[in-house]
């Protein structure tokens, strides 16, 4: 493997994230502040008033669908649109075992994939090693988490952070992954079983250490179900399996409800963060980090990692929008996770999150974000005003 490329700029950047997660974190004074235990297994489900009806429009009934209807992947029932989103509670459906085994969903390409507009590609960057972060993660990365949900595959997962929300300063129940971590694309529909673990496995523990692990140790803020979702249409009509055309969109909004409890999530993690969607070019931007749980070998999805580069250059087709890439060695289940850079005022945002890499691991490119990310995301935000 290639060298590692260190970056001084990159000591601020993980200072930024881990200050603003520990300043905000649990405090020890407020019971309700602290993570709280998984739900039980009561099959029970909290759902919107109109859901139960939006299910019988497609001939689904809410009962039916607990109890296995779910799992019904046929092509010519499995929603896609944007207007169908379903994601009924069921809990307890994500235990701590059912969550170590979910795999995760491989967004990658051959050097030779690559195409397009070699004016704006910058070269390939040299690996960088991704490095586990800090524990407890609530007090070093709070606003990162796992996704997990259901797939014709299997039971899968990717990496997500807790966004702030306009229209609820404070209370953000608002979520930033990657499109493929909740809707097929072109191929496919809506993933099913969407939920958000925050700091998921908090004291970094190994797989025997979790061999018999309490739930509050596997999920230590409990597990939050996604009520709405929001993709790009690009994602939904050109989304493929190694990304495609879809890729330079493949980003989605989370709002989520906690399985127990009614706290907003930003006041039960202590920490969001704001999105930027007017990020300088690359070349003036000193160092990006990513965050995530790689799940693909040699890592195991449980532990959460970072890595951090100055930004390059990568274009996928003419006419897409041009997509960040970074030096990084983490895999497949790290996918959604947000892409953070310090403001000038020294506060973290959120400009992407991970989209693609390649088969050999050695980088990660995401969606730059632009009008198209904004719109989806103040519209999530005026969707749950006041809520």
Known sequence: ???????????????????????????????????????????GAAIPADLADRLKEHGVELDEWKNGEWKNWDKDTWLREAKDFVNPMIKGLWKPERMKEAESPQRTMAAGEISGDQGVTDPEP?????????????????PVG????????????????????????????????????????????????????????????????LRNA???????YGVYWADWVSTSGEWISEGGPTGGGGAPYDYAVMHVKPERGTKSLEETVGAALDVEFD?????????MGAWGYPAAPPYDGLIMHKCIDRPGRLSIGPGTP????????????????????????????????????????????GPRLGEGAREIYTTMSGKFAGR
Not at 214 to 220: F, L, R, T
Not at 279 to 287: G, S, T, V
């Open 279 to 287: 990020a300088p070019e690359a070349k003036d931007i000193a160092a």
């Open 1 to 43: 493997m290639r060298s590692i490329r260190p970056l001084p700029a990159a000591i601020g950047l993980v200072a930024a994230l881990s200050l603003t997660a520990t300043a905000c974190g649990p405090r020890e004074d407020v019971a309700a502040d602290k993570p709280a235990a998984s739900a039980t297994a009561d099959g």
């Open 146 to 209: 796992k996704v997990f949900f259901d797939a014709p595959q299997g039971s899968m997962v990717c990496s997500a952070t807790v966004v702030k929300d306009p229209a609820n300063p404070g209370r953000s129940n608002l979520v930033w992954t990657a499109g493929h971590c909740v809707h097929a694309g072109q191929e496919g529909g809506w993933y099913r079983n969407i939920t958000f673990v925050p700091a998921y496995n908090d004291l970094g523990k190994s797989p025997a250490e």
């Open 322 to 365: 041009t997509m960040w890439r970074i030096g990084c060695t983490m895999t497949g289940g790290s996918s959604g996770g947000g892409w953070v850079v310090t403001r000038p005022n020294g506060k973290p945002a959120l400009v992407s999150n991970t989209s693609i890499g390649p088969v050999t691991a050695g980088w990660l490119a």
């Open 214 to 220: 309490q739930p509050q140790e596997i999920a230590p």
């Open 126 to 142: 040299r690996p960088v090693q991704a490095k586990p972060e800090s524990k407890p993660y609530h007090r070093n990365a709070a």
